[in-house]
């Protein structure tokens, strides 16, 4: 019996023996018991957990999520995922103000490109080149991953 049949089960020996079917789906908790004594052997109530397993599993399918976050974290000060503004060092030590836009390729690579400004025109300007280009990496991401599902369905 492979580890992969018995994901989501798991052998419970308090209050009577059995198997427990846990399935967590859109924050809730999917539970029920298959104890030893009411399918009279310990194999006939881990096939019924698996059957039971598998049935829920097609009831209650998962939900998609899109590859990336769709709102920014409370601690982002753009206002846009996946943007901040930073600053680098020139070889003098100078600091020079940017944007900074990071994204992952897969397999879970990050990355990440720099859009520098020295003046508050200058700073919106590359807030909006960082903003395009943000939204084409996210393009890139959802094309990959939806050929990635295809490929797998």
């Not at 967590?24 to 397993?53: E, H, M, P, W």
């Not at 503004?85 to 690579?109: A, D, H, L, M, Q």
């Not at 003046?119 to 890139?140: H, I, M, T, V």
Request: proline fraction near 5%; hydrophobic fraction near 30%; glycine fraction near 4%.
């Amino acid at each position: 019996m492979s580890n992969y049949s018995l994901r989501g089960i798991s052998r419970i020996h308090s209050k009577g023996a059995g198997w427990l079917v846990r399935l967590y789906r859109n924050a809730k908790v999917i539970t029920k018991l298959f104890s030893d004594g009411v399918y009279s052997d310990s194999d006939k109530a881990l096939k019924a957990a698996q059957a039971y397993y598998r049935q829920t599993q097609i009831k209650f399918p998962p939900i998609e999520k899109p590859p990336f976050r769709e709102t920014p974290l409370r601690n982002n000060t753009s206002g846009y995922n996946g943007i901040c503004e930073t600053f680098s060092r020139t070889r003098k030590g100078e600091k020079i103000s940017c944007w900074n836009v990071s994204w992952y390729n897969p397999p879970n690579k990050l990355n990440s490109k720099k859009f520098y400004f020295h003046d508050p025109q200058e700073r919106k300007q590359a807030l909006k080149e960082a903003l395009q280009f943000r939204k084409e990496r996210e393009a890139e991401i959802l094309k990959r991953s939806r050929s990635r599902r295809k490929i797998l369905a």
